[in-house]
Nanobody
Framework: QVQYVESGGGLAQLGGSLRLSCETS????????MAWYRQAPGKERELVTF????????NYADAVKDRFFASRDNAKNTLYLQMNSLKHEDTAVYYC??????????WGQGTQVTVSS
């Protein structure tokens, strides 16, 4: 059974940093491109970043470019997201999944990130 367990969210100050983690199980992690998604209140879930199987290549949404950094540890089946210079608009529930996941895919509960002044 595919599982994703996101953690590391919380309340952050404007301009602050958080590091999210996502522990995965139920599939061969190293064989998949992985991604972080987020869903803000009243909005659809959106792709934030995706990372290659070996972690050497990443791609970021314009809204987070140069502030967020994805990485992975294939030995630990874990995905990470370093979030810096946080803005109010980064407030959302953050999810990890395979790159290309759809609404029909299996999803974790996500981790809430709230940026406050």
């Amino acid at each position: 059974q595919v599982q994703y367990v996101e953690s590391g969210g919380g309340l952050a100050q404007l301009g602050g940093s958080l590091r999210l983690s996502c522990e995965t199980s139920g599939f061969i992690f190293s064989e998949y491109m992985m991604a972080w998604y987020r869903q803000a209140p009243g909005k659809e879930r959106e792709l934030v970043t995706f990372i290659s199987r070996d972690g050497d290549r990443t791609n970021y949404a314009d809204a987070v470019k140069d502030r967020f950094f994805a990485s992975r540890d294939n030995a630990k089946n874990t995905l990470y997201l370093q979030m810096n210079s946080l803005k109010h608009e980064d407030t959302a529930v953050y999810y990890c999944n395979r790159y290309g996941a759809t609404g029909a895919s299996s999803w974790g509960q996500g981790t809430q990130v709230t940026v406050s002044s």
